[in-house]
């Protein structure tokens, strides 16, 4: 099973096109995305299981020029079924007979 991230990052002014189809061309980087602030970009990583995400994603950032700060946050436990996520069927919050 590979360890995977996902990555807040905040690029200089100006830089978060270059800096999203830069970190689009590293190896570990699955999707690299443009959004609204307080961050400029958002990331998903993945490295294989016997690396260890901070550490490759340090390794690899440091190419990457514009960034100025970088949240790394590990998923945990995605794989597990019971953590699935459930219809609004299912919900007893957002079922399909409640208006919202």
């Given at each position: 099973?590979?360890?995977?991230?996902?990555?807040?990052?905040?690029?200089?002014?100006?830089?978060?096109?270059?800096?999203?189809?830069?970190?689009?061309?590293?190896?570990?980087?699955?999707?690299?995305?443009?959004?609204?602030?307080?961050?400029?970009?958002?990331?998903i990583v993945?490295?294989?299981?016997?690396?260890?995400?901070?550490?490759?994603?340090?390794?690899?950032?440091?190419?990457?020029?514009?960034?100025?700060?970088?949240?790394?946050?590990?998923?945990?436990?995605?794989?597990?079924?019971?953590?699935?996520?459930?219809?609004?069927?299912?919900?007893?919050?957002?079922?399909?007979?409640?208006?919202?």
């Amino acid at each position: 099973m590979a360890n995977r991230a996902i990555l807040l990052v905040e690029a200089a002014l100006g830089k978060s096109i270059d800096v999203m189809l830069s970190l689009r061309k590293l190896e570990c980087v699955k999707s690299a995305d443009r959004v609204t602030p307080p961050y400029d970009v958002i990331a998903i990583v993945e490295v294989d299981a016997s690396r260890e995400v901070t550490e490759e994603i340090q390794h690899q950032l440091g190419a990457v020029d514009g960034i100025t700060r970088v949240v790394v946050c590990s998923i945990q436990d995605s794989d597990l079924p019971w953590l699935a996520p459930l219809s609004r069927a299912d919900s007893p919050v957002l079922s399909s007979s409640q208006s919202l």
